[in-house]
């Protein structure tokens, strides 16, 4: 594979990573609510989802998936519907996920449930379809074997989208811990709870 092509492609794609989106701003409040070491799985989840995106936009999948609306729709209120009710539950200060008003300690969500999450929110972004379409395929060289080739370029996206999702988890963990301080177990659900309902909003409304 051409190097010249990494060089260029490697900047972009990390720009692309660390730009707020669903995924950085589900980082961010599972970071807050459950802690950086739980966040791993959803982690684990989105960076898989992405995976699945590329490949599929590379293969020519994602052009016939865009234009099947109702699975996207599907895959849209479903995942959303998730998001809203953990966000209502946070809030709440009730359920699996968020912080107990007796310790800094989350109860326990599920490492499927929590991969699921970040699975889902990965595959039911339409403008993730669209923008793998639009940025991959002039990343790929004809004069090379595509395999190898999209190896390469679906590992820069992975690592990408594991270093910028850690940056979130982490400055989520920062703020967890800033707020512990002062014992705001309520407050900090409530972000939490908060930046989980913008997620659903967005993945619904996108």
């Known amino acids: 594979m051409d190097t010249a092509v990494l060089w260029v492609f490697i900047p972009t794609f990390l720009f692309v990573s660390i730009t707020p989106g669903m995924c950085m701003t589900l980082a961010l409040g599972l970071g807050m609510s459950i802690g950086f070491r739980r966040t791993l799985w959803m982690m684990l ?70 991969m699921a999450q970040g699975f889902i929110t990965a595959i039911a972004n339409p403008k993730g379809w669209a923008f793998m379409i639009s940025l991959l395929p002039p990343f790929i060289s004809q004069n090379y074997a595509l395999a190898p080739q999209l190896l390469v370029l679906v590992g820069i996206i992975m690592i990408s989208e594991f270093v910028c999702m850690s940056i979130y988890a982490t400055g989520g963990k920062g703020l967890r811990a800033l707020l512990a301080n002062s014992d705001n177990v309520k407050l900090m659900n409530r972000i939490a709870g908060s930046l989980m309902m913008m997620v659903a909003v967005w993945l619904l409304l996108g």
């Open 45 to 114: 989840g989105e960076v898989v989802g992405v995976a699945v995106v590329a490949i599929s936009a590379v293969l020519g999948i994602a052009a016939v998936m865009i234009k099947m609306p109702t699975l996207f729709l599907v895959f849209k209120v479903i995942g959303a519907s998730y998001l809203a009710y953990l966000g209502i539950q946070m809030w709440r200060s009730k359920g699996k996920m968020a912080i107990s008003e007796d310790s800094l300690e989350s109860s326990d969500a599920s490492n499927y449930a929590l």
